[in-house]
Nanobody, 127 residues
Framework: QVELVESGGGSVQAGGSLNLSCAVS????????MGWFRQAPGREREGIAI???????AYTDSVKGRFTISKDNSKNTLYLQMNSLKPEDTAMYSC?????????????????????WGQGTQVTVSS
């Protein structure tokens, strides 16, 4: 069975950094479409970063220049490097995966239409 498990969340002060990881198992081959999403209490889920293949990425405007999505297929792990964190970044962060981004990375960022999801890891940024 496919399983995605996030880790690396925690509490940091504004301006700090966190490195999130998403361990992936159950795929016959490395998934070609992966992403990070977040949801804060009382707000709808927001797509923040997508990686398609090895080089194509898409980011929501609010995290451009601060967050970086990457993956290591040999380790079956997806990463999200988060720098210059702001209180507004506080949310539950979840990773998602699918075989391929058939409609393009930006479309997946918008719709969040992934076949598999993790349970999430909490990120809290204090002022």
């Amino acid at each position: 069975q496919v399983e995605l498990v996030e880790s690396g969340g925690g509490s940091v002060q504004a301006g700090g950094s966190l490195n999130l990881s998403c361990a992936v198992s159950g795929f016959a081959t490395s998934p070609g479409c992966m992403g990070w999403f977040r949801q804060a209490p009382g707000r709808e889920r927001e797509g923040i970063a997508i990686i398609s293949g090895r080089v194509i990425t898409a980011y929501t405007d609010s995290v451009k220049g601060r967050f970086t999505i990457s993956k290591d297929n040999s380790k079956n792990t997806l990463y999200l490097q988060m720098n210059s964190l702001k209180p507004e970044d506080t949310a539950m962060y979840s990773c998602a995966a699918d075989r391929v981004c058939g409609l393009g990375a930006r479309e997946y960022l918008r719709t969040g239409k992934f076949a598999h999801w993790g349970q999430g890891t909490q990120v809290t940024v204090s002022s």
